[in-house]
């Protein structure tokens, strides 16, 4: 499994940005794509997660609201649309895989990874 992250950059807070992953290798019908990011001097953290077949999406009480996890089936891409961004969502943004339904949520259930794409949100 090979997963490819773009889409990071620099925004004013308030502002929007959209992330992209783009999965191959395998069938992704079994898996959920998830997004994470890691702030400087922090673990990493969940942020989104989606199943691959279904749609079914999970959020971090940080980003609700504010962060739409979706993915395009044909593109075999899962996108991170980020709005009304905050300095404190500043961080390296990575996606990540796994089959294990009952690790969405944490970053040790996932067992591939894809490269980070850095996202800063000046105040």
């Known amino acids: 499994v090979q997963l490819q992250a773009f889409g990071g950059g620099l925004v004013q807070a308030g502002g929007s940005l959209r992330l992209s992953c783009v999965a191959s290798g395998r069938p992704f019908s079994s898996y959920i794509l998830g997004w994470f990011r890691q702030a400087p001097g922090k673990e990493r953290e969940f942020v989104a997660a989606i199943a691959w077949t279904g749609g079914r999406t999970y959020y971090a009480d940080s980003v609700k609201g504010r962060f739409t996890i979706s993915r395009d089936n044909a593109k075999n891409t899962v996108y991170l649309q980020m709005n009304s961004l905050k300095p404190e969502d500043t961080a390296v943004y990575s996606c990540?895989?796994?089959?294990?339904?009952?690790?969405?949520?944490?970053?040790?259930?996932?067992?591939?990874w894809g490269q980070g794409t850095l996202v800063t949100v000046s105040s």
């Open positions: 990540a895989a796994t089959l294990n339904y009952g690790s969405r949520l944490d970053r040790l259930g996932y067992d591939y």
